[in-house]
């Protein structure tokens, strides 16, 4: 719970942020990168024929 001392609120980093980043964050970061070196792969062979 957040305090209130010498007029300033003081909280613990975990109040702070509200939240965890759970594995769904890492999740989208994943796919996402996964998605941009496949968009790559195919910019390539198109351009580039294989």
């Given at each position: 719970?957040?305090?209130?001392?010498?007029?300033?609120?003081?909280?613990?980093?975990r109040?702070?942020?509200?939240?965890?980043?759970?594995?769904t964050?890492?999740?989208?970061?994943?796919?996402?990168?996964?998605?941009?070196?496949?968009?790559?792969?195919?910019?390539?062979?198109?351009?580039?024929?294989?």
């Amino acid at each position: 719970m957040a305090k209130i001392e010498d007029g300033h609120i003081v909280e613990t980093a975990r109040e702070a942020r509200g939240a965890e980043r759970g594995p769904t964050v890492r999740n989208v970061l994943v796919a996402g990168t996964g998605l941009v070196v496949a968009a790559f792969v195919i910019v390539y062979l198109v351009y580039f024929g294989a």
